[in-house]
């Protein structure tokens, strides 16, 4: 349920170590009368090798530190299509510190304990099993709106079905997409692809990248291996699954459909029907919470009543309900 992650390590180099070390690049920048040193580590020997930089001052190199950056299933599985469950997530943290001592050729006892080591940046995720259902999902989601974030649809190149949608922040971001089309786009080259494509079918991903100030609130709170853990990450992803409630069931129907299936019943009222269709659209177009401004408070729920009491009658004919995201709901072992 984690992805992508930038660790702080507070490990110091010797220059002894630094002119050992294998370095993809180095170079220097002056910065506010200083001369800062940035060397980096990144030879693609594999999927999922970690990026590895090291900073410091060239005057007082004990101004320093040791950023990691690395998608964790991916540096597990080549793929970050497969959930990390805890046992799994402590053996990667543990196959990341001997990558590390592999790369900086320090002992294993140099490099400082997971719990010291600072989230600076951490993608969490979830899959989920949605069947036949990925593009109400996708529809639904494409009219949300979250505050203050920019909410972009992207679709399948000449084709009006969606593929992802995106609320990006300034510091933070969040999207669901289907992860088999993004499987068929992007992983080609992997040696399990053609058996990813059959598995990931029916897949939703959804994917949130943590703000600054979420992961300091995480930090203060619990250890590094404490935030990795599922005890943390599960209730984090169900509070974002809830906010985004991608499972309202208005927008998930055709609203043609409905609105038709409404003008052709005889048993309503012309008044009835026009505010019924009124109702309806508003809905589907704006979502609830938009709607209820509308109306009073009686009034919205009246209407709701009248709406739920035709789609009970049409139960047969209105597609029903999806099913509200939920960490606890969708078991993800399925795709394995």
Not at 269 to 297: D, M, N, P, W
């Amino acid at each position: 349920m984690v992805d992508t992650i930038k660790f702080d390590i507070p490990l110091r180099l010797t220059m002894k170590d630094l002119r050992e070390i294998k370095w993809t690049s180095m170079t220097e920048r002056q910065s506010n009368g200083s001369v800062k040193c940035f060397y980096n580590i990144k030879e693609n020997e594999f999927i999922g090798e970690p990026f590895i930089s090291y900073t410091f001052d060239k005057d007082e190199p004990t101004k320093c530190w040791l950023r990691v950056e690395v998608s964790l299933p991916k540096f597990r599985h080549g793929t970050n299509f497969y959930e990390l469950n805890d046992d799994e997530m402590k053996w990667t943290l543990d196959m990341i510190k001997v990558f590390l001592c592999k790369k900086l050729k320090v002992s294993l006892n140099r490099l400082p304990g997971v719990d010291s080591w600072t989230i600076k940046k951490m993608h969490v995720c979830k899959n989920f099993n949605v069947g036949s259902n990925m593009q109400r999902y996708l529809s639904n989601a494409s009219k949300k709106v979250l505050q203050k974030r920019k909410n972009t649809t992207y679709k399948a190149s000449g084709k009006d079905k969606i593929q992802s949608v995106v609320w990006k922040a300034k510091s933070t971001a969040e999207k669901v997409y289907d992860k088999q089309a993004e499987i068929k786009e992007n992983e080609k080259n992997h040696d399990d692809f053609i058996t990813l494509i059959p598995k990931s079918k029916g897949c939703l991903r959804y994917e949130s990248e943590l703000s600054r100030s979420d992961l300091r609130i995480l930090h203060s709170k619990n250890t590094t291996s404490q935030i990795l853990s599922s005890a943390v990450i599960k209730p984090l992803l169900n509070k974002n699954l809830k906010r985004l409630n991608l499972n309202f069931n208005i927008q998930s129907t055709e609203l043609k459909r409905v609105l038709n299936l409404i003008e052709s019943d005889s048993t309503i009222s012309t008044r009835s029907k026009s505010s019924l269709i009124a109702f309806v659209t508003k809905i589907h177009t704006l979502g609830e919470s938009q709607t209820k401004q509308s109306y009073s408070q009686a009034g919205f729920y009246k209407i709701k009543s009248s709406y739920d009491d035709f789609r009970l009658k049409n139960a047969t004919i209105i597609t029903q309900n999806l099913e509200q995201l939920s960490v606890n709901k969708f078991d993800f072992a399925k795709f394995n």
